[in-house]
């Protein structure tokens, strides 16, 4: 088939994507497909004369974050009338969005972390939470932007001062306890893998994702059965719920002292690097990296 592969973007997530990317083109390749690389750039039209000038029977979209995982990019194809990977619009406006997707979330009863938007004049002013609480973006990815402000931690008037994601952000309850994530690829939650970030990592920021080392997988998680079953059909859901396609990524804090699972967000573009998790589950599933690359693009011609 003839494949055009979006990767890089215009977001902070642009080296993830680039990552990502780099990945995909190599193992469609390995498939036998004829792969266009398309670097998308800040000017769409660049970008509109390459897919036009590749003629792909499918776009397999590797961006991440801003314009490449909200429902931005996902229109332009739309538009285009290419059949393209994962999401459509909007589901991907809705996950892109922590604040949507919590409320989505919430009213199917599915769990997530107590919480608020407070603008960054109430954050300067006093803490919008009992310590400890996390602030972040309500709009990004790979941990960008988010900060967690713990008991005697004075950052926060800083930190509303100096905020670059726009006049508003999410707060919510630290969760205490252990990091799961689980991938869904179309009806079936995949696995659950236990994210233990090394000792010198805060919590599992942007080095402890995607540095050598920055962190350890446990994968399947040494959790109880019934946490491990309960996640994956979490994960499912929130998947329907938001309408998902194709492959998606729940992030969960999981307090092992209250048994409770939280969700904190479901990715609709999860990662597909080396340290990444999605590509880590379909291997543990028997997909390999390459399979699985072919299963996003045969999905997206299904529609
Ligand atoms: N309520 C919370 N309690 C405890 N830790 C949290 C909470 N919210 C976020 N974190 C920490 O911050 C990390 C990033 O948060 P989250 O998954 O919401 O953001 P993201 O930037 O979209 O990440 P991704 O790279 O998965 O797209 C989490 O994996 C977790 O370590
Ligand atoms: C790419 C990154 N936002 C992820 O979810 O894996
Ligand atoms: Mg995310
Ligand atoms: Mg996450």
Request: aromatic share 6%.
């Amino acid at each position: 088939m003839k494949v055009a592969v979006l990767y890089g973007g215009t977001s902070s997530e642009r080296p993830v994507s680039l990552v990502s990317g780099e990945a995909a083109i190599t193992a469609l390749r390995e498939k036998g497909h004829d792969v266009t690389p398309v670097d998308v750039g800040p000017d769409l039209i660049v970008t509109i004369q390459a897919l036009r000038a590749a003629k792909p029977d499918v776009v397999f979209n590797a961006l991440h974050g801003p314009l490449g995982e909200d429902g931005a990019i996902q229109g332009v194809l739309e538009w285009l009338g290419l059949p393209y990977t994962h999401s459509g619009i909007r589901a991907s406006a809705v996950a892109m969005n922590k604040e949507a997707t919590r409320l989505l979330l919430a009213s199917a009863g599915l769990p997530v972390a107590p919480g608020k938007v407070v603008s960054m004049t109430e954050l300067e002013a006093a803490d919008p939470l009992p310590t400890p609480y996390v602030v972040k973006p309500i709009a990004e990815g790979s941990s960008v932007g988010v900060e967690i402000i713990r008991e005697g931690d004075n950052r926060r008037a800083e930190i509303a001062r100096n905020w670059r994601f726009g006049t508003e952000a999410l707060v919510e309850q630290f969760i205490p306890g252990r990091e799961l994530t689980t991938a869904v690829m179309g009806d079936r939650a995949l696995a659950l893998t236990d994210i233990l970030p090394a000792e010198n990592a805060g919590f599992y920021d942007f080095d402890a994702k995607y540095k050598a080392g920055g962190s350890r997988h446990v994968l399947p998680a040494d959790v109880p059965l019934a946490v491990t079953e309960k996640a994956l059909d979490i994960a499912l859901r929130a998947h329907q719920v938001l309408g998902c396609r194709g492959a998606s990524r729940t992030d969960f804090r999981y307090d092992d002292t209250q048994d409770q699972l939280i969700i904190l967000e479901v990715n609709t573009q999860p990662g597909l690097t080396p340290t990444s998790l999605l590509p880590e589950q379909a291997a543990y599933c028997g997909i390999s990296y390459p399979e699985l690359c072919d299963w996003m693009i045969n999905e997206a011609l299904k529609h």
